[in-house]
C-alpha cells in the first residue's frame, strides 16, 4: 500500500517562495505519473502540475497556466519524492496542496500541506 506524504507547506509573503514535497512509501513510483493539485476554500480542487514517470526522463510535463513560469515540478528517484517548487507566490496561490498519484485500478493522495500567501 502506497502512502504519500506532503510537507513544506507554510506561511508566505507574496512573492516569496516554498518548496513543497511529495514522499511515498510502501513502493516505488518511479513507473508513474505523479501530479500536485491544490484546493482553495470554496473552490474546487484542481491540478496545479504533472510529471511524468521517472523512465520518462524527457516526457512531458504539464503546468496549469495560473502558475507556468513561477513554479517548477521534479523528481528525485532515489528519494522517491516529487517537488513542486513555488516562486513569486500570490494570495491566490493560497490553498492545502495535494499529491496523488494514479496506478491501474489504484489512485492514492496525501493528506496535504497548507500553503498560505499573505502579507
Known amino acids: 500500500q502506497v502512502q504519500l506524504v506532503e510537507s513544506g507547506g507554510g506561511l508566505v509573503q507574496p512573492g516569496g517562495s516554498l518548496r513543497l514535497s511529495c514522499t511515498a512509501s510502501g513502493g516505488s513510483t518511479d513507473n508513474y505519473a505523479i501530479a500536485w493539485f491544490r484546493q482553495a476554500p470554496g473552490k474546487e480542487r484542481e491540478e496545479v502540475s504533472c510529471i511524468s514517470s521517472a523512465s520518462r526522463r524527457d516526457g512531458p510535463i504539464h503546468y496549469a497556466d495560473s502558475v507556468k513560469g513561477r513554479f517548477t515540478i521534479t523528481r528525485d528517484s532515489e528519494k522517491n519524492t516529487v517537488y513542486l517548487q513555488m516562486s513569486n507566490l500570490k494570495p491566490e496561490d493560497t490553498a492545502v496542496y495535494y499529491c496523488?498519484?494514479?496506478?491501474?485500478?489504484?489512485?492514492?493522495w496525501g493528506p496535504g500541506t497548507q500553503v498560505t500567501v499573505s502579507s
Open positions: 496523488n498519484l494514479l496506478v491501474p485500478g489504484s489512485e492514492y
